[in-house]
């Protein structure tokens, strides 16, 4: 087998949330420098409740919408940069993208590095490769209107509810929702084409 | 790409136009086939997205990234378990880690924690999942790298495989070694439970590994501040130990103990240990475990500690003389046996069978040693390599068949196997890989002669499967084809034994090919093999009644051992001759004229004799004692009673002499005693009663001692029902009435019981239905007068009898 340091840098999970934090920072986010800045906190934050949630849930059922909240709660007992919830959580799905992103990367270059049929059959690194394509296609999206893009960011990382990403993104929940329908379709039929 | 834009902008204008349709419909509508994304991130990426929450955090605890977790396999109250391999490229493997609930104070609990854990790393034991790392991790939580067990969990191995008693009773006995290896380091497991053990199969041998030391490791880092807090799990926790109070081993034993009952009942009971005992007990005799099992059961889970088994090895031990009481019973399970070992002088085919067991060395005393002994000096020659063993191995059984006591071997075959199963065949050189199949072979023929017959064939499967490895190495084409065709003539016996036909018969004609082509490419090669696939084809036709293709085969072995007698001379080869002519004998016996069998048995007997030379080897002295009481048979069934009596008369002799070189061979102990009875018989036919009391006499005192010895075989009971009945016949026949009818009623007594478990036995219906006609129990012997009329078992004796007590006889 070879070995799974050989990447280097990009290969540890350990620099994770730096890269992360310099990601965000370069991502077009509609949120304040200050924000971004809180982003590898917030990072930070979903893990440590994750880690604690862990012996609570059952088998993969990680509910995010449950880690978003409690880092809320967390959060708004000392105000900091978010003066809501709704803007904290969907601060909380991109934050949530990346980290699924940088990993599903992490994991692909693993399997390219190291050719095991058997590992590649395991659902993490198919998971792995579904990820990394949409990333490559919420660019995409991105470019083509970020509108969608932000809607499918909030709904499918974040689990938010239709009427907290239509605040967010001040439009009518109608439009939110015509919009989700599309940027899923669209993806679908970029994922399945 | 463009082509992508195109079906994005046409999704756009469609749901601007109509928003109320769903987005999979839209997809339908525009033609475009795509699956529609899944609506939850858990669905679509939940291992990444547990790999980040929980891998990325099993990795930051255990500190570094040596590992990487591939999945989680269970989460529970007590622990996490996630399978992971290393990372490190340092080599492949597979592992669990496990994040164990609660957390540890620093200091002292942790070291003790840390001494507990090296304590298991440092001696790693097939039975016991094996530590590879460990620690406290950020929270000071206690992590573990274990190694992954690539089986099944223990209930559903037993299910599976459908395990016996004596499969069970073999498992909880390799529990105990792994039990009594922790103990005596003073570590017990507090939570033995089938979910706690796991069954590795390493090249088809099971082996079972207890696994979750997790409250082991607790109870050790918690003794101190909070004693009592460790409970195990309900129905399988021993008492004390429920009640928080001090346990020891004998707490492991307890759970041990639930588990086997827990096994024996199966899927019929929840939780066997929640019955009361007497419930518990009961259902077991019910569901039919074996007495002696279920007193192992009732002693390991006797409510006091000072009441049960003092320690592991107490429990093995016990379990082990269970396991190894059974294959004492020779001839039980095989139905050539049965009808070998039944009724008068049915000594044919155990004749037979007792060649088949003969080998090449001469007599021995000084491998009578004791197990142990035994043992001990084998681990030790183990070491000097494998070729030695096997030699070993190889020898002793040689020597061993001879005096009866190839159960001596049993543990040295079991360990081998444990030894071989062990072996990473990746690993291994071809040299190597030839001697783990000569080892596979030995023990195979260790387990055959226990009449293991599933044991032996997987070891004989085994060393097939290490042997095509190495078949296409022309530098090893020969050690290939003398050990393969080796294998096969053994598998042969086996699968003869077990009644499998076509099997025996494809396996003896691959054998008899390959050693064809050996002695083709190397002249120099032993003929042997050659011989003994032709020689066993032959008999095994003639067991089929394929008379033609039998001659055939049994001419071809003859022809062999003629031609090696006069090329190379020496006893193996004169014995191999004399083998031959006694078939043929049988085959004319059978199929030709009975007085060309007499003249073949007459050749083997003087070929005999010059094998046996100046000096008395036990092995041809007992083949000498077979023809002999052959001869005597079939000179009784063509009339000749002088010629048989003295047939039996050096039969007996011989017999005697045999007896007193090797008093330990229950084989030639009942041979012998076959032969008093037959020698009885032959001087009743020539009218000399007195002596023929006398013989019969001889003969049912050996029964006496032999079922005596080996009580619960129905053979055994069968033999000694069979001497009572011919002594009280004769004693009822020279007037004493009152005597013959004790020992009718005792053979009555005796064989009944055994009659009921078996039927349909028409040996066991024969002997009962005699002594219940002497005793003028019409009534209940008419179905059984009908059933051997039917069978046509009765003789002349049996319908004189009849006619005696006024029944018609057809």
């Known amino acids: 087998m070879a070995p799974h340091g050989a990447g280097g840098r990009g290969n540890n999970l350990d620099g994770l949330d730096s890269r992360i934090t310099e990601m965000l920072n370069t991502h077009s986010a509609s949120f304040s420098p200050a924000q971004e800045q809180g982003m590898a906190e917030v990072y930070a934050q979903l893990k440590d409740i994750a880690h604690r949630q862990r012996l609570k849930v059952s088998k993969h059922g990680l509910n995010t919408t449950a880690l978003a909240n409690e880092a809320w709660l967390k959060y708004s007992d000392r105000p900091r940069d978010f003066n809501d919830r709704k803007h904290f959580f969907a601060y909380c799905a991109v934050a949530m993208r990346h980290i699924l992103y940088n990993l599903a990367r992490h994991n692909r270059l693993a399997t390219m590095v190291d050719v095991d049929q058997e590992l590649q059959r395991l659902p993490v690194y198919e998971q792995s490769e579904f990820l990394v394509d949409m990333e490559r296609h919420l660019v995409a999206l991105e470019a083509y209107s970020p509108r969608l893009e932000k809607v499918f960011t909030y709904r499918f990382f974040g689990e938010m509810e239709m009427a907290e990403i239509a605040e967010v993104l001040g439009v009518s929940e109608r439009t939110a929702l015509r919009d989700w329908k599309k940027a899923r379709a669209m993806l679908s039929a970029a994922l399945g084409g | 790409?463009?082509?992508?834009?195109?079906?994005?902008?046409?999704?756009?204008?469609?749901?601007?136009?109509?928003?109320?349709?769903?987005?999979?419909?839209?997809?339908?509508?525009?033609?475009?086939?795509?699956?529609?994304?899944?609506?939850?991130?858990?669905?679509?990426?939940?291992?990444?997205?547990?790999?980040?929450?929980?891998?990325?955090?099993?990795?930051?605890?255990?500190?570094?990234?040596?590992?990487?977790?591939?999945?989680?396999?269970?989460?529970?109250?007590?622990?996490?378990?996630?399978?992971?391999?290393?990372?490190?490229?340092?080599?492949?493997?597979?592992?669990?880690?496990?994040?164990?609930?609660?957390?540890?104070?620093?200091?002292?609990?942790?070291?003790?924690?840390?001494?507990?854990?090296?304590?298991?790393?440092?001696?790693?034991?097939?039975?016991?999942?094996?530590?590879?790392?460990?620690?406290?991790?950020?929270?000071?939580?206690?992590?573990?790298?274990?190694?992954?067990?690539?089986?099944?969990?223990?209930?559903?191995?037993?299910?599976?495989?459908?395990?016996?008693?004596?499969?069970?009773?073999?498992?909880?006995?390799?529990?105990?070694?792994?039990l009594q290896f922790i103990h005596l380091r003073g570590v017990v497991h507090m939570d033995i439970k089938p979910g706690n053990v796991m069954v590795r199969d390493i090249n088809g041998t099971a082996y079972p590994v207890l696994i979750d030391f997790g409250i082991a490791l607790q109870a050790a880092s918690t003794a101190d501040d909070t004693p009592g807090a460790v409970f195990g799990s309900r129905g399988y926790a021993a008492p004390e130990q429920l009640a928080g109070e001090p346990v020891d081993a004998r707490a492991d034993l307890y759970s041990l103990g639930m588990l086997l009952a827990q096994a024996c009942l199966g899927d019929s009971v929840e939780n066997v240990g929640q019955l009361p005992p007497e419930e518990r007990m009961a259902r077991l005799r019910r569901a039919g475990v074996p007495r002696d099992l279920r007193d192992v059961i009732g002693k390991c889970t006797r409510e006091k500690p000072a009441a049960r088994y003092a320690s592991a090895a107490a429990l093995r031990t016990d379990l082990d003389a269970w396991l190894n009481d059974l294959p004492l019973a020779v001839g039980r399970h095989r139905p050539f046996h049965v009808a070998a070992k039944a009724l008068r002088r049915h000594t044919l085919a155990a004749s037979i069978a007792a060649l088949a067991l003969a080998g090449t060395a001469w007599a021995t005393w000084k491998y009578t040693a004791d197990v142990g002994a035994l043992q001990q000096a084998t681990q030790a020659e183990k070491h000097a390599g494998d070729r030695l063993f096997n030699f070993m191995l190889g020898d002793l059984f040689d020597r061993l068949a001879r005096i009866g006591r190839i159960d001596l071997l049993q543990l040295v075959a079991e360990r081998s196997i444990e030894h071989l199963a062990r072996q990473d065949p990746r690993t291994l050189d071809d040299p190597a890989r030839l001697q783990s199949a000569v080892a596979y072979t030995n023990a195979g023929r260790v387990f055959d002669a226990l009449e293991e017959s599933t044991a032996a064939l997987d070891a004989y499967q085994q060393a097939r499967a290490i042997l095509a490895q190495v078949e296409d190495r022309e530098a090893h084409r020969r050690a290939l084809l003398e050990q393969r065709s080796r294998v096969l003539i053994l598998e042969s016996e086996t699968r003869a034994s077990e009644g499998q036909r076509e099997q025996t018969e494809a396996v003896l004609l691959e054998a008899a090919s390959l050693a064809g082509e050996l002695v083709e490419r190397h002249p120099d090669a032993s003929r042997e093999p050659l011989w003994e696939a032709q020689l066993q084809l032959g008999w095994h036709y003639m067991e089929y009644d394929q008379g033609d293709a039998a001659g055939e085969h049994l001419r071809a072995a003859l022809a062999i051992a003629g031609e090696m007698v006069e090329v190379e001379g020496g006893t193996r080869w004169l014995l191999d001759e004399s083998h031959s002519w006694q078939a043929l004998a049988w085959h004319a016996f059978d199929y030709g004229e009975p007085r060309d069998a007499l003249t073949a048995l007459e050749r083997a007997l003087v070929i005999a004799r010059r094998a046996r030379g100046a000096g008395d080897d036990i092995e041809t002295l007992d083949n000498h004692r077979i023809l002999l009481n052959q001869q005597a048979y079939m000179l009784t069934q063509l009339g000749d009673y002088a010629g048989a009596d003295a047939a039996m008369v050096t039969a007996i002799e011989t017999g005697e002499r045999l007896q007193a070189m090797a008093p330990q061979n229950r084989e030639y102990q009942r041979e012998l005693a076959y032969s008093f009875t037959t020698g009885g018989e032959t001087a009743e036919r020539r009218g000399d009663d007195a002596t023929a009391l006398q013989r019969y006499r001889r003969g049912l005192a050996i029964s006496r001692e032999i079922a005596a010895a080996d009580a619960g075989s129905f053979t055994a009971a069968n033999d000694l029902a069979v001497d009572l009945v011919s002594v009280a016949n004769l004693t009822a026949k020279l007037g004493g009435r009152e005597r013959a009818e004790a020992l009718w009623r005792e053979a009555a007594a005796l064989i009944e019981p055994v009659w009921r478990q078996e039927p349909d036995n028409k040996y066991y219906q024969y002997t009962l239905a005699v002594a219940w006609l002497q005793l003028g129990r019409h009534e209940e012997v008419r179905p059984l007068v009908a059933a051997i009329q039917a069978s046509g078992m009765a003789d002349q004796p049996f319908n004189d009898l009849l006619v005696q007590q006024g029944f018609e006889v057809k």
């Open chain 2, 1 to 178: 790409m463009s082509d992508l834009l195109d079906k994005w902008r046409r999704i756009d204008a469609a749901l601007d136009s109509d928003d109320e349709q769903g987005a999979d419909e839209c997809l339908e509508r525009l033609g475009i086939t795509a699956r529609l994304l899944d609506e939850s991130l858990d669905t679509a990426a939940g291992e990444v997205l547990g790999q980040a929450f929980g891998g990325d955090n099993v990795t930051a605890e255990i500190g570094g990234s040596r590992y990487r977790v591939l999945r989680r396999i269970d989460s529970g109250g007590q622990s996490e378990v996630f399978l992971a391999e290393r990372a490190d490229g340092v080599y492949n493997r597979t592992v669990v880690i496990k994040l164990l609930a609660g957390h540890y104070h620093r200091g002292l609990m942790q070291e003790q924690f840390l001494r507990e854990m090296q304590l298991l790393a440092d001696l790693p034991h097939p039975g016991i999942v094996q530590i590879l790392d460990g620690g406290l991790g950020a929270a000071e939580r206690p992590w573990l790298v274990l190694e992954y067990i690539d089986g099944p969990h223990f209930t559903a191995y037993c299910r599976e495989q459908q395990l016996d008693w004596r499969g069970l009773a073999r498992l909880v006995r390799d529990l105990c070694e792994a």
